[in-house]
């Protein structure tokens, strides 16, 4: 087995290297290092997970030791689809370089560009950031790209799915013809195929196999579930979750739920709460501090269960989660690879149950033939105990003012389901405004707040486009 001192890596890396514990490379580090090293552009295919962070943070804290930071130009740029990824490639840097003298700054969105300017007009090694906030910065003339000696793009089929190929090219544009390139992508669309050929130069491709997606160590299952009547389905399918949470017991440490749409991480979070549960959501709506401060307690334990979105929780590093709930199926069958790669990491036991409803049902197969198994189905835990009948839920247009309604002191009741039936699907692009003005809904201690209650208008759901044009 290949070591890390083989690697031809700084030897001040390779200290910060043994000081986080870790023995040896993963296969994409051991085939990504050396052509890296070697100033080659280097095509990754692999997944989070597999340790690609490190496959290009190693190498890039050895390259750059070697020089000196210029003002306004950094010299290396890190692009990553959301925040939370890239300040995890932040922190990775902060891990490995704690030897070697490197400045660095995050250009992402939610955090101040004032501090951020600062450390780029006096220069830095590293620029870790989105691409949109990139371009920001970059247009407000702060920025010069012309120094750029290294460029990596991270999940690449993530921008890709959240729309930011124009912006890569744009940026690959801005920089040297003579830079290097290091590309991760967990798979290879037509599209990032068409970008790896205009901007890679000869590529060392390495490709890993996808993690273990059928792992022993993580348990899988399905409740197939349909709801009494079609307008009563989505809070039914919040009472068969919080069924599923009950029947682990205290063997549900922790756990992510996963919704498909960020109404629904709003709602199902919300819900939770409501009965009693120590949940909170996070999606890309939701402020910077807010999502900072959802994670660092998911990450301490102080959070139980973190309600999310496939590109908030993307990528998100939290080694000991016990449980994954798909409260919805995903719509792409990659993304159940994501999702329930969450838990069971580095060899841990990890248990994951999805709630499938009859028009998901083909979307379940395009998952089973991705992971080339069939997941067990298990029982709905409500039908031996029928739930007590939740109230009707409230029509859309019998909220006459929800405003002077929410202002009104509430006593824990019943859930009511917005009405969720008549938002519109949109199943990739989340929706923008869902969150907006909610976030005083939460409080830490779990009671009701005031704010909509348990109302959520479909109106405000809709984004301003869908609102102007209805
Ligand atoms: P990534 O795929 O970059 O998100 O990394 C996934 C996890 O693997 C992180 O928790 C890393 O800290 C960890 N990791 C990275 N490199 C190694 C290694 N060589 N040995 C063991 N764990 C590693």
């Given at each position: 087995?290949?070591?890390?001192?083989?690697l031809n890596l700084?030897?001040?890396?390779?200290?910060?290297?043994?000081?986080?514990?870790?023995?040896?490379?993963?296969?994409i580090q051991e085939g990504a290092i050396p052509p890296a090293l070697e100033g080659k552009d280097v095509l990754g295919i692999a997944?989070?997970?597999?340790?690609k962070?490190?496959g290009f943070v190693l190498p890039m804290?050895t390259l750059l030791?070697r020089?000196?930071?210029?003002?306004?130009?950094?010299?290396s740029?890190?692009?990553?689809?959301?925040?939370?990824?890239?300040?995890?490639?932040?922190?990775?840097?902060?891990?490995?370089?704690?030897?070697?003298?490197?400045?660095?700054?995050?250009?992402?969105?939610?955090?101040?560009?004032?501090?951020?300017?600062?450390?780029?007009?006096?220069?830095?090694?590293?620029?870790?950031?989105?691409?949109?906030?990139?371009?920001?910065?970059?247009?407000?003339?702060?920025?010069?790209?012309?120094?750029v000696q290294i460029m990596v793009v991270?999940?690449?089929?993530?921008?890709?799915?959240?729309?930011?190929?124009?912006?890569?090219?744009?940026?690959f544009?801005?920089t040297p013809f003579t830079r290097q390139t290091l590309f991760f992508?967990?798979?290879?669309?037509?599209?990032?195929?068409?970008?790896t050929n205009?901007f890679l130069s000869a590529p060392t491709r390495i490709e890993?196999?996808?993690?273990?997606?059928?792992?022993?160590?993580?348990?899988?299952?399905?409740?197939?579930?349909?709801?009494?009547?079609?307008?009563?389905?989505?809070?039914?399918?919040?009472?068969?979750?919080?069924?599923?949470?009950?029947?682990?017991?205290?063997?549900?440490?922790?756990?992510?739920?996963?919704?498909?749409?960020?109404?629904?991480?709003?709602?199902?979070?919300?819900?939770?709460?409501?009965?009693?549960?120590?949940?909170?959501?996070?999606?890309?709506?939701?402020?910077?501090?807010?999502?900072?401060?959802?994670?660092?307690?998911?990450?301490?334990?102080?959070?139980?269960?973190?309600?999310?979105?496939?590109?908030?929780?993307?990528?998100?590093?939290?080694?000991?989660?016990?449980?994954?709930?798909?409260?919805?199926?995903?719509?792409?069958?990659?993304?159940?690879?994501?999702?329930?790669?969450?838990?069971?990491?580095?060899?841990?036991?990890?248990?994951?149950?999805?709630?499938?409803?009859?028009?998901?049902?083909?979307?379940?197969?395009?998952?089973?033939?991705?992971?080339?198994?069939?997941?067990?189905?298990?029982?709905?835990?409500?039908?031996?105990?029928?739930?007590?009948?939740?109230?009707?839920?409230?029509?859309?247009?019998?909220?006459?003012?929800?405003?002077?309604?929410?202002?009104?002191?509430?006593?824990?009741?019943?859930?009511?389901?917005?009405?969720?039936?008549?938002?519109?699907?949109?199943?990739?692009?989340?929706?923008?405004?869902?969150?907006?003005?909610?976030?005083?809904?939460?409080?830490?201690?779990?009671?009701?707040?005031?704010?909509?209650?348990?109302?959520?208008?479909?109106?405000?759901?809709?984004?301003?486009?869908?609102?102007?044009?209805?």
């Amino acid at each position: 087995m290949t070591k890390f001192s083989e690697l031809n890596l700084n030897p001040k890396v390779l200290k910060a290297i043994e000081e986080a514990g870790y023995e040896s490379p993963t296969p994409i580090q051991e085939g990504a290092i050396p052509p890296a090293l070697e100033g080659k552009d280097v095509l990754g295919i692999a997944q989070t997970g597999t340790g690609k962070t490190a496959g290009f943070v190693l190498p890039m804290i050895t390259l750059l030791a070697r020089g000196r930071a210029r003002a306004r130009m950094p010299r290396s740029l890190v692009l990553c689809p959301t925040r939370e990824l890239a300040a995890q490639v932040a922190e990775n840097f902060d891990t490995y370089s704690k030897h070697v003298k490197l400045t660095k700054a995050l250009l992402i969105g939610g955090v101040s560009f004032g501090e951020q300017d600062k450390l780029i007009d006096k220069g830095v090694d590293v620029l870790i950031a989105t691409p949109g906030r990139l371009l920001d910065h970059f247009e407000r003339g702060k920025l010069l790209l012309t120094g750029v000696q290294i460029m990596v793009v991270d999940e690449a089929d993530r921008m890709l799915d959240m729309g930011f190929i124009p912006d890569i090219e744009r940026i690959f544009s801005l920089t040297p013809f003579t830079r290097q390139t290091l590309f991760f992508s967990a798979t290879m669309a037509p599209e990032i195929e068409r970008i790896t050929n205009t901007f890679l130069s000869a590529p060392t491709r390495i490709e890993v196999a996808r993690q273990a997606t059928t792992g022993e160590n993580i348990t899988q299952s399905v409740v197939m579930f349909k709801g009494s009547r079609k307008d009563r389905e989505a809070s039914e399918k919040r009472n068969v979750l919080r069924a599923l949470i009950d029947a682990e017991g205290e063997k549900c440490t922790n756990a992510i739920i996963f919704c498909n749409r960020k109404t629904d991480v709003d709602i199902v979070s919300k819900s939770l709460k409501k009965y009693g549960y120590d949940a909170a959501p996070i999606h890309g709506d939701l402020d910077q501090s807010q999502r900072t401060r959802t994670l660092d307690g998911f990450r301490d334990g102080s959070l139980r269960f973190l309600v999310a979105s496939d590109v908030a929780a993307r990528g998100l590093d939290v080694p000991a989660v016990s449980h994954v709930f798909n409260f919805d199926v995903p719509g792409h069958a990659e993304d159940y690879v994501h999702r329930i790669g969450r838990t069971g990491r580095a060899g841990r036991d990890g248990t994951t149950m999805m709630i499938c409803v009859p028009r998901d049902e083909k979307n379940l197969a395009d998952i089973e033939r991705l992971v080339q198994r069939e997941i067990p189905r298990r029982d709905n835990p409500l039908k031996s105990a029928p739930p007590k009948a939740e109230p009707e839920p409230v029509k859309e247009e019998a909220v006459a003012k929800p405003e002077r309604r929410s202002r009104t002191p509430k006593k824990p009741e019943p859930e009511r389901a917005p009405a969720e039936a008549s938002i519109k699907e949109k199943p990739k692009n989340e929706y923008r405004s869902s969150s907006r003005g909610r976030s005083s809904n939460r409080d830490s201690g779990g009671n009701k707040v005031v704010g909509m209650g348990d109302h959520l208008p479909s109106f405000i759901a809709l984004s301003f486009e869908e609102r102007r044009a209805g």
